[in-house]
C-alpha cells in the first residue's frame, strides 16, 4: 500500500512516499481502507523528535481515520465489514502504524461510525482535534448551562470544536483569535471575541468559570477565574504555585477512546457542531511537506485534510 513515512526525524521534507505491507490486525482490531485524515501539530512534533512519541523507522504519522472497514477481527462484535467509520487509533507507542496510508488497524474500542450527513474529508477532521474537545469540556471542565467558559486560541482545530461543544453544553463562551477569524468564530456561536493581538482578555473578561488553554497561556487564564473556577490546558503543565491557588488546573492528554468520538459524531450528525477546514492536500510526498508546514504557521483556521482515496460509491 502506498503510505508517507519518515526515515528519520526532521523537517518536512524528511516526508516521502512508501510501499509498505498492509498491516495485518489482531483479534480486536479492524482494518480500514482509507479515504481521508488529517493533519495535527503532534504530527510534526512527532516527525522532529520533540513528542515524545514514536521510536521505529520508517514512521508512519498520523492519528484521524476515515474510511471504510474491509476486515474484521475475531473478537470484534460492535463493527462490521461495509461500515463507514472514523478512529483516533492509538498508532502503536512506536508510531509505525499512522493514518498517512491507504490502510490503517484500529481498535475496535477507538471506533466510531461516521456521521452520515458530511463527507469522509469533514469526518477525517472530528477524531483527534473532537475528542480532546469533547474530553476537556464535557468530562474535565464539566462546563453546564449558563457557565462562563474562555476559550483561548478559538480557531485552532481543537478550539472551533471546544467553542461548539460548550455552546451545545449552554454555556457562555469567550474566545481568542486574530481579527481575520472573528466571523467564522461569531458564526459557529462564540458569545464574545477578543483579538488578542490588540486586547489582552484579563483586562476585559472576570470571574469565569471554567478555561480551556490550547495556547500554553496557563497564568493569564487563571487570573480570570472565579476560586471555585477550572483550568484544563493541553499544551502547558500548571506549576505547582499555580496548582496551589487553583487545585483544579491540570494538563490533560488526549484518551483515545470511541465512546467520546461517537459524542462527538452525534453532536455533528444533530447539527449542533460543524466541521470547519482550512485546507485539504493529496496523500502525496509533496502534499503532507505543504500540510505540515501549514500546522506548523500555527495559524490554520480549522483542519488540515487529507485526501486518499475516493469515497466508496452510493
Ligand atoms: N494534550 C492533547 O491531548 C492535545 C490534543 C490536541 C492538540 N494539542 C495541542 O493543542 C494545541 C492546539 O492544537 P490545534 O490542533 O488546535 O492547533 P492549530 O489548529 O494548529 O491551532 C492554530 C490556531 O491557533 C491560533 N493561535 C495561535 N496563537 C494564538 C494565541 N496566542 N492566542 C490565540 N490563538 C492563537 C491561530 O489563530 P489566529 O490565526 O487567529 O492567531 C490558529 O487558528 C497544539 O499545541 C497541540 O499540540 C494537545
Given at each position: 500500500m502506498k503510505a508517507i513515512v519518515i526515515d528519520r526525524y526532521g523537517d518536512a521534507q524528511e516526508l516521502h512516499e512508501a510501499a509498505l505491507p498492509v498491516p495485518t490486525i489482531s483479534a480486536d482490531e479492524v482494518l480500514v481502507k482509507m479515504v481521508a485524515t488529517s493533519v495535527n501539530p503532534i504530527d510534526w512534533r512527532t516527525r522532529k523528535g520533540t513528542a515524545g512519541l514514536g521510536a521505529a523507522f520508517p514512521m508512519v504519522l498520523g492519528w484521524d481515520v476515515a474510511g471504510v472497514i474491509t476486515e474484521v477481527g475475531a473478537a470484534v462484535s460492535r463493527f462490521k465489514v461495509g461500515d463507514e467509520v472514523i478512529a483516533r487509533p492509538a498508532n502503536s507507542a512506536d508510531a509505525t502504524r499512522g493514518s498517512y496510508a491507504e490502510y490503517v488497524a484500529v481498535g475496535e474500542?477507538?471506533?466510531?461510525?461516521?456521521?452520515?450527513?458530511?463527507?469522509?474529508?469533514?469526518?477525517?477532521?472530528?477524531?483527534?482535534?473532537?475528542?480532546?474537545?469533547?474530553?476537556?469540556?464535557?468530562?474535565?471542565?464539566?462546563?453546564?448551562?449558563?457557565?462562563?467558559?474562555?476559550?483561548?486560541?478559538?480557531?485552532g482545530g481543537v478550539g472551533l470544536?471546544?467553542?461548539?461543544?460548550?455552546?451545545?453544553?449552554?454555556?457562555?463562551?469567550?474566545?481568542?483569535?486574530?481579527?481575520a477569524n472573528h466571523d467564522l468564530l461569531r458564526s459557529i456561536g462564540a458569545d464574545e471575541v477578543i483579538d488578542y493581538h490588540q486586547t489582552k482578555f484579563t483586562d476585559v473578561l472576570h470571574d469565569y468559570d471554567a478555561v480551556f488553554d490550547t495556547t500554553d497561556d496557563i497564568e493569564n487564564g487563571l487570573a480570570?477565574?472565579?476560586?471555585?473556577?477550572?483550568?484544563i490546558s493541553i499544551v502547558g503543565r500548571p506549576t505547582a504555585a499555580q496548582q496551589n491557588g487553583h487545585p483544579s488546573a491540570k494538563h490533560w492528554w488526549l484518551h483515545p477512546n470511541g465512546r467520546d468520538l461517537a459524542a462527538v459524531a452525534e453532536l455533528v450528525a444533530a447539527g449542533k457542531v460543524k466541521v470547519i477546514i482550512d485546507s485539504e492536500y493529496p496523500l502525496t510526498t509533496a502534499g503532507l511537506q505543504a500540510a505540515h508546514q501549514r500546522s506548523e504557521s500555527h495559524h490554520a483556521h480549522g483542519k488540515i485534510v487529507i485526501t486518499i482515496a475516493d469515497p466508496p460509491a452510493k
Amino acid at each position: 500500500m502506498k503510505a508517507i513515512v519518515i526515515d528519520r526525524y526532521g523537517d518536512a521534507q524528511e516526508l516521502h512516499e512508501a510501499a509498505l505491507p498492509v498491516p495485518t490486525i489482531s483479534a480486536d482490531e479492524v482494518l480500514v481502507k482509507m479515504v481521508a485524515t488529517s493533519v495535527n501539530p503532534i504530527d510534526w512534533r512527532t516527525r522532529k523528535g520533540t513528542a515524545g512519541l514514536g521510536a521505529a523507522f520508517p514512521m508512519v504519522l498520523g492519528w484521524d481515520v476515515a474510511g471504510v472497514i474491509t476486515e474484521v477481527g475475531a473478537a470484534v462484535s460492535r463493527f462490521k465489514v461495509g461500515d463507514e467509520v472514523i478512529a483516533r487509533p492509538a498508532n502503536s507507542a512506536d508510531a509505525t502504524r499512522g493514518s498517512y496510508a491507504e490502510y490503517v488497524a484500529v481498535g475496535e474500542d477507538q471506533l466510531a461510525l461516521k456521521p452520515a450527513n458530511i463527507s469522509f474529508k469533514e469526518a477525517a477532521a472530528i477524531p483527534l482535534s473532537g475528542t480532546v474537545a469533547y474530553q476537556v469540556i464535557v468530562n474535565q471542565l464539566a462546563v453546564s448551562k449558563g457557565d462562563k467558559v474562555l476559550i483561548q486560541g478559538g480557531a485552532g482545530g481543537v478550539g472551533l470544536y471546544a467553542i461548539q461543544i460548550a455552546k451545545a453544553q449552554g454555556a457562555y463562551v469567550a474566545t481568542t483569535a486574530s481579527v481575520a477569524n472573528h466571523d467564522l468564530l461569531r458564526s459557529i456561536g462564540a458569545d464574545e471575541v477578543i483579538d488578542y493581538h490588540q486586547t489582552k482578555f484579563t483586562d476585559v473578561l472576570h470571574d469565569y468559570d471554567a478555561v480551556f488553554d490550547t495556547t500554553d497561556d496557563i497564568e493569564n487564564g487563571l487570573a480570570i477565574l472565579k476560586p471555585t473556577g477550572r483550568l484544563i490546558s493541553i499544551v502547558g503543565r500548571p506549576t505547582a504555585a499555580q496548582q496551589n491557588g487553583h487545585p483544579s488546573a491540570k494538563h490533560w492528554w488526549l484518551h483515545p477512546n470511541g465512546r467520546d468520538l461517537a459524542a462527538v459524531a452525534e453532536l455533528v450528525a444533530a447539527g449542533k457542531v460543524k466541521v470547519i477546514i482550512d485546507s485539504e492536500y493529496p496523500l502525496t510526498t509533496a502534499g503532507l511537506q505543504a500540510a505540515h508546514q501549514r500546522s506548523e504557521s500555527h495559524h490554520a483556521h480549522g483542519k488540515i485534510v487529507i485526501t486518499i482515496a475516493d469515497p466508496p460509491a452510493k
